[in-house]
């Protein structure tokens, strides 16, 4: 097959679907508009200290498996799996829960609280199995034509799951658990998808099954942009080039098909085929200026949070910390319910730290440690100045050292931050939103922007804000299913020639 195909982007979705492509016969070439491939799956070095930018474990390894044997290679990196999963401390509480997936080890830690934890945790996890095993098939890992299509996709999901759909996350979790403990802890993953448990549907209690049967989470060694450097390694192999520096400014159209790009050189990028990995909304309405996808429309969807990112290289070792650790605030609720809109919310934060010389000691140098903080924040729609910022980043090092017992801040040798204003400059991310466009019910499946374009035949997408979703397991799905729309379209150009 001799289909040429231009990818926009070399985030994980492009550089997996580029991949599959290459196996398939087609000729791939990809641009990116930064210095290094990754997107928000990158990683920064400097003063001797190597820091993942963005995520920092993932899940359903099988997903990243069957990937490599679609591509005809051996995965090109190396993983672990966590155990316990990740640690939660509550301010002004010297109790750190440790979530193991053993579950009597984790009922443990809440005997006090939750005496039959055990129990309910199950009953739980078995309701989130049955959300989980009754939707991926159906409404995660497939396409869908059109609205009519994934409406009768729907139909086929079992009705007892109904409820669930009229829920939040919040609520659904109360309904198994007591203690205020337990209902955030087990809460938390809700986070993951950029927005609260306070505004995820319910249905993505799923997620739960995922992180304590399904398959659990994962460290790469060597850090998580080993992903990216062995997935470029194998684009090598096969001759597929990356031209970086390079960012998509406009278009050129023939009827409905799109036969030019032009970079902001004005070079101009011709293929049969285009695939955006780029934001899926934002791409849209800035390079193919859709009313629709304007900038006052887009604001009006609902966006993942922003992010407030710090990376700090510090000259001592931190024993009494994990790998993967969640601090909460003591107004934990109504932390989360302003934390989209509020900025005065940052007083009291909760934060996630990653320690990525826990296990890769070549990430720092001898007797330091690499850590990486990431504060949920409002995006830039709620708080466009961010003047403060060294301000907000200091009371966040205060409240972490006050919980290690160590102070930290006399130890820091390097430091970078990322604010939602470099998050939108960096990766073109709209008002700087994390994950891209939220996960309500009305912007999922079909709701969500699709991954073929309404108005160009040759012209599709792949990535966190188109379908299935955000998270790095989703963009391994996302690339096959965008490659089954290249193929079909490929096949179909063919058999339509005279």
């Known amino acids: 097959m001799s289909k040429s195909v231009l990818i926009i982007g070399a985030g994980l979705g492009g550089l997996a679907t580029a991949l599959r492509l290459a196996k398939r016969g087609f000729d791939v070439q990809i641009i990116e508009k930064n210095p290094q491939a990754g997107g928000r799956l990158n990683q920064i070095k400097k003063d001797g200290f190597t820091f993942d930018t963005g995520p920092s474990f993932f899940s359903m390894s099988y997903e990243f498996e069957e990937f490599a044997r679609d591509c005809g290679i051996e995965l090109p990196f190396d993983y672990v799996e966590l155990d316990p999963l990740y640690t939660v401390n509550f301010n002004k509480n010297e109790k750190t829960y440790h979530l193991y997936k053993d579950m009597q080890k984790l009922a ?3 005997e006090q609280d939750e005496p039959d934890f055990e129990k309910k945790m199950e009953k739980y996890l078995s309701k989130c199995s049955r959300l989980f095993h009754d939707t991926i098939d ?5 396409n869908f034509d059109s609205m009519l299509d994934y409406l009768l996709s729907l139909a086929q999901v079992n009705p007892l ?7 939040k996350f919040n609520k659904q979790v109360n309904r198994y658990f007591k203690s205020k403990d337990a209902q955030k802890i087990v809460s938390l993953v809700a986070f ?5 448990p306070f505004d995820t549907p319910a249905v993505y209690t799923l997620l739960s099954y995922t992180e304590f049967k399904n398959d659990g989470y994962y460290n790469v060694k060597g850090g998580m942009y080993k992903i990216v450097e062995g997935l470029v390694a194998e684009l090598d192999k096969k001759g597929i080039h990356i031209t970086y520096n390079t960012e998509i400014k406009e278009y050129e159209q023939a009827g409905k098909k799109l036969i030019s790009l032009k970079d902001q050189n004005n070079n101009s990028w011709t293929a049969d085929v285009i695939i955006a990995n780029a934001d899926a909304a934002v791409f849209r309405g800035s390079v193919l200026k859709r009313k629709a996808f304007s900038t006052e429309k887009l604001d009006r969807k609902v966006w993942t949070m922003g992010y407030l990112t710090i990376y700090l290289g510090i000259k001592t070792k931190l024993p009494q910390v994990h790998h993967h650790n969640y601090y909460l605030g003591e107004n934990f609720m109504e932390y989360a319910k302003d934390v989209h809109k509020n900025p005065d ?3 009291k934060p909760y934060y996630y730290v990653n320690v990525l010389s826990k296990h890769n000691d070549d990430c720092a140098p001898a007797g330091c440690e690499s850590l990486f903080f990431v504060c949920p924040v409002p995006d830039l729609r709620y708080k466009p100045n961010w003047d403060d910022k060294d301000k907000i980043v200091n009371s966040i090092i205060e409240d972490f050292s006050e919980r290690i017992n160590t102070d930290i801040s006399q130890e820091i040798v ?8 470099d998050w939108q400059n960096k990766f073109n991310l709209h008002r700087g939103s994390g994950l891209g466009l939220a996960h309500n019910l009305m912007q999922i499946g079909a709701f969500r922007p699709m991954n073929f374009d309404e108005k160009f035949k040759n012209l599709f997408y792949v990535g966190a804000s188109t379908h299935p979703g955000a998270g790095l397991p989703m963009a391994i799905i996302s690339s096959k299913l965008v490659s089954e729309r290249v193929e079909k379209f490929a096949h179909q150009s063919i058999h339509s020639k005279p």
């Open 345 to 347: 919310s940052l007083e």
């Open 138 to 142: 159906i409404v995660i890992k497939r």
């Open 108 to 110: 443990a830690q809440f």
């Open 414 to 421: 390097s430091k970078t931050v990322y604010t939602p204003e």
């Open 161 to 167: 799951h109904i409820p669930v759909l009229f829920r």
């Open 192 to 196: 993951f998808l950029g927005r609260t």
